[in-house]
């Protein structure tokens, strides 16, 4: 905290950063302490990486360690407030404005009579008006979508998930209105389908095969169950989870999809094989 305030932000990030690798590892060895607890302490420190790099403007780090704060269950109402606040404001500065005023949104849900939130919400709508806002929304699915792509490629799967999220996030965002979800939907269905699927294996990769099951599955339910991929992702989720037989129908639907696929083909037979 000293080094955040006499502005060496980078030293101060480190330092938290030692901090919750310290509260990891004293949880792991010592399974008495409650994880209510363990998960507010990590928020508290998560949130205060948020302002060192809110304070360096390195926009999508303030981001990426808010939204730490904001996904766990175990933060009083005052921190998510700043939470959701540092995150509009960061989602501004990159033009992510529909995601900002989702963010702000928040914001007046947990203090309905916070000012400052509503004048984002106003500025945020009078730009947004008319169909550039569709268009908007559409660019940035498919900016989020190759920025998670080239993290993916250069192993740096929590950013791609971080990535990924931020444009599922905007789809779901785009949903609360049915005039721009029906545009949304008509123009960009394959990319919101690869955001999900991308991040679907880019936790398989982290051995988060729950989470893995369940992005295929939004696609399956949700968007397109006729997707190649999400029922081809699903199968190779619910296998690691030692679900052989779900596992080897969803197979054999992807390859009834894409009959011509080498590698669902070449899954297929091996789950089937290791069943006999």
């Known amino acids: 905290r000293q ?11 480190e ?5 919750l690798r310290t509260l990891e590892k004293v949880r792991a060895t010592n399974s008495t302490i409650p994880k ?11 949130n205060n990486i948020a302002i060192c790099y809110k304070q360096s403007e390195s926009h999508r780090d303030v981001i990426n ?15 998510k407030v700043k939470a959701y606040t540092f995150r509009a404001q960061a989602n501004e500065a990159i033009g992510q404005f529909p995601l900002a005023k989702n963010d702000w949104t928040k914001v007046k849900e947990l203090q309905p009579d916070n000012k400052i939130a509503q ?36 192993k740096n799967y929590d950013s791609a998930i971080a990535e990924f999220s931020s444009g599922i996030d905007m ?8 005039d721009v979800k029906a545009e949304v939907d008509k123009s960009e269905f394959a990319t919101i389908c690869q955001l999900y699927t991308n991040r679907s294996l880019c936790y398989f990769t982290l051995g988060n095969y729950e989470k893995a099951a369940e992005d295929a599955d939004a696609v399956i339910e949700g968007i397109d169950p006729n997707n190649a991929k999400a029922r081809f992702r699903k199968g190779m989720a619910l296998e690691k989870l030692g679900l052989r037989d779900k596992a ?10 894409e009959p011509e696929n080498e590698l669902f083909n070449k899954e297929l037979a091996a789950l089937t094989k290791k069943k006999r």
């Open 65 to 79: 360690y808010t939204s730490k704060v904001i996904n766990s269950p175990h933060v009083v109402n005052e921190l």
């Open 248 to 257: 080897i129908t969803e197979l054999k639907l992807a390859v009834k999809i």
């Open 36 to 46: 209510a607890e363990f998960e507010s302490r990590s928020a508290v420190i998560n």
């Open 3 to 13: 080094m955040c305030i006499r502005d060496r932000y980078k030293d101060a990030i």
């Open 171 to 178: 789809y779901r965002l785009s949903m609360s209105g049915e």
């Open 119 to 154: 004048k984002a919400i106003n500025k945020i709508n009078s730009n947004m008006e008319g169909g550039s806002a569709i268009q908007e929304i559409n660019d940035q699915l498919e900016t989020f979508k190759q920025k998670g792509n080239d993290l993916f490629k250069s």
């Open 15 to 19: 330092a938290y950063k030692t901090c």
